[in-house]
């Protein structure tokens, strides 16, 4: 299995909602990123996660909160999002255990979040 | 402060034409360089990557020219096909500790039929 897979397609919430994001993984790699993509951007880093445990948060508001239940699994909870926060969220693994193939990051397919 | 530019930002090119996308860097630390392919609605997919002990590096269609004193790093696609058309983001990275990918702002290549 060589897929990162990523729950829901599309995601419509309002300002006051709770939801969450869903990413899994089953090619036995230890790092898991969340990235946030615009439209005719590039992907912008939220967070990762190295080993299960939080490696790197990019100065993400608190409305975003990740958690890494174990290694294959990688959620984002979302809470009083704005609309601005409205984006494609991409899920990205990589082996995480260092050597020249450990930086290769795959991607799932990304949720699409309207924020209204 | 963008790490890598790319240019262009976009280009057409005919069916069977080259596509030519160029990226640049400052950070000397950089010592690993993938190539994503992103359609519209999906995900990046890696396409190829580079390390700076080679000079180029072909799969199928894609090959990577690497010049590392120039600071600078190309995709050319070979025999460009309608199913080529995406968006196309060069990347650059640090050692083995880096998690980071610093991403190049994008090319959207269209091959016309």
């Known amino acids: 299995d060589t897929e990162v897979t990523q729950t829901p397609k599309h995601l419509v919430m309002g300002m006051t909602n709770k939801k969450s994001l869903k990413c899994e993984q089953h090619?036995?790699?230890?790092?898991m990123y969340w990235y946030k993509q615009k439209a005719k951007k590039p992907p912008e880093l939220m967070f990762v996660?190295?080993?299960?445990?939080?490696?790197i948060n990019e100065s993400v508001p608190s409305r975003f909160s990740p958690e890494c239940p174990n290694s294959s699994l990688l959620n984002l909870h979302l809470h009083a999002l704005q609309p601005e926060d409205s984006a494609l969220y991409l899920c990205?693994?990589?082996?995480?255990?260092?050597?020249?193939?450990?930086?290769?990051?795959?991607f799932g397919p990304g949720t699409r979040l309207t924020v209204l | 402060q963008q790490q890598v530019k790319q240019s262009p930002q976009s280009l057409i090119v005919q069916k069977g034409g080259i596509s030519i996308i160029n990226c640049a860097y400052e950070?000397?630390?950089?010592?690993?360089f993938p190539w994503y392919q992103q359609f519209p609605g999906k995900g990046p997919a890696l396409l190829i990557a580079?390390?700076?002990?080679?000079s180029e590096k072909k799969e199928g269609r894609f090959t990577i020219s690497f010049n590392k004193s120039a600071k600078q790093f190309s995709l050319h696609i070979m025999d460009s096909q309608p199913g080529d058309s995406a968006t196309y983001f060069c990347?650059?990275?640090?050692?083995?500790?880096?998690?980071?990918?610093?991403f190049g702002a994008g090319t959207t290549v269209t091959v016309r039929a």
């Open positions: 990347a650059a990275s640090r050692g083995p500790n880096d998690y980071k990918l610093s």
């Open positions: 090619m036995g790699h230890r790092a």
């Open positions: 950070n000397t630390a950089f010592d690993y």
């Open positions: 996660y190295s080993y299960e445990k939080l490696s």
């Open positions: 580079i390390r700076p002990d080679v």
């Open positions: 990205a693994s990589s082996r995480g255990t260092g050597g020249i193939s450990y930086n290769e990051q795959f």
